[in-house]
């Protein structure tokens, strides 16, 4: 008798912690992807990303051609194969100076990149190339 007084009160706590999981889940996924991103895209790297490239490389760019080529945020959801080719496409583009695009410098000269933050981009794009061919 006295279990069966109790089985409602059993019910409703597995209700409260299943309801419980459902909710902290997807942030528990967010946040994985966010720290995945954050070790793929080091502090120094970002910033210059973020100040000279990722304008025309997001998902919600309006340069069609730019976002279709590259989008940074979702870099680290690639393929190793195909991640590593976008870093050396990177690479390439960095080296070559041939982003950002010399239009768009003309009126956003502040996005160009100095040498410094030029050294930064390949150290970055060549350690993570680095990095994913030791992981496989
Ligand atoms: C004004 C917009 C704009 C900015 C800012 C910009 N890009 Fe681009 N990017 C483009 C466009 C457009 C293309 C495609 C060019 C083409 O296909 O002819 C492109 C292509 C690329 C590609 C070639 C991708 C591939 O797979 O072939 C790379 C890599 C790249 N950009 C990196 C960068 C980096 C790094 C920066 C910052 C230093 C940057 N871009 C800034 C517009 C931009």
Do not use: Y
Request: contains cysteine.
């Amino acid at each position: 008798m006295k279990t069966n007084k109790l089985m409602p009160l059993f019910a409703l706590l597995a209700m409260i912690l299943l309801a419980a999981f459902t909710l902290v889940k997807p942030t528990t996924i967010l946040k994985t992807a966010d720290e995945k991103n954050n070790t793929l895209i080091s502090a120094d790297a970002k910033s210059i990303i973020d100040q000279s490239c990722v304008g025309c490389h997001n998902a919600e760019s309006k340069n069609d051609k730019g976002k279709t080529k590259l989008m940074f945020e979702s870099l680290d959801t690639l393929s190793t194969a195909r991640l590593i080719a976008k870093l050396e496409a990177i690479h390439e583009v960095v080296n070559e100076g041939s982003m950002p695009p010399a239009k768009f410098l003309e009126f956003k000269p502040e996005a160009a990149l100095s040498d410094a933050q030029k050294t930064a981009l390949l150290k970055w794009a060549d350690e993570s190339i680095e990095s994913r061919l030791k992981k496989n």
